[in-house]
């Protein structure tokens, strides 16, 4: 794959400035799109506390703040330039950087009409391994199930992609940090 994630975090594309922070894999995601794999990680300061968001595919290496992801607009993790529209953005409402919250996955469902989804998500820290893990559950209306993957399921008419018809949460024990270092 050719990613390389260090300590301090390279700013590109319109993310934060370079976060010095300990990077933790969090989810891997897929699309049926195209064959790139995307990884979010979590930026862990050195209490295991979130100190932000990194999102890395093979072309761009994003990292955010707390601050951006809380704000009204939240992280723009993927944007379509030749349409100047956002397709996937990361907002946080209520997020506690010691202990977690709930967050969405904000994305385009069709670009033709502008209409948008929201996918939940809440980021847990788990004290129980003493190891300042942290984990991705899907929200508690559909079933608080860790994951460990995400899948974006286009969504084409005429077969164009106009937008991400849904995105499902998967669980995948074949993939570790390595894989993307």
């Known amino acids: 794959m050719g990613l390389i994630v260090a300590s301090a975090l390279l700013n590109m594309g319109g993310g934060s400035s370079a976060l010095a922070a300990t990077p933790q894999l969090l989810v ?96 847990h820290r788990i004290t129980t391994t003493g190891d300042n893990q942290w984990a991705a559950y899907t929200s508690a ?3 608080h199930s860790q994951f460990t993957s995400l899948f974006m399921h286009v969504n084409k008419v005429f077969f164009k992609a106009v937008g991400i018809e849904s995105i499902e949460p998967q669980d995948s024990d074949t993939w570790t940090l390595a894989d993307y270092e």
């Not at 990194?54 to 939240?74: A, H, K, R, V, W």
């Open 28 to 123: 891997h995601v897929n699309t049926d799109l195209d064959a790139k794999t995307r990884v979010l990680y979590l930026l862990l300061d050195d209490n295991g506390d979130l100190a932000g968001i990194n999102y890395i595919d093979t072309t761009q290496n994003l990292t955010f703040t707390p601050d951006q992801i809380l704000s009204g607009n939240g992280a723009v993790l993927m944007h379509d330039d030749d349409h100047n529209v956002d397709v996937v953005r990361l907002k946080g409402d209520s997020i506690d950087l010691k202990v977690g919250g709930t967050a969405h996955l904000d994305y385009l469902v069709n670009g033709l009409t502008g209409s948008r989804g929201e996918f939940d998500l809440e980021l």
């Open 141 to 143: 209306n559909d079933g």
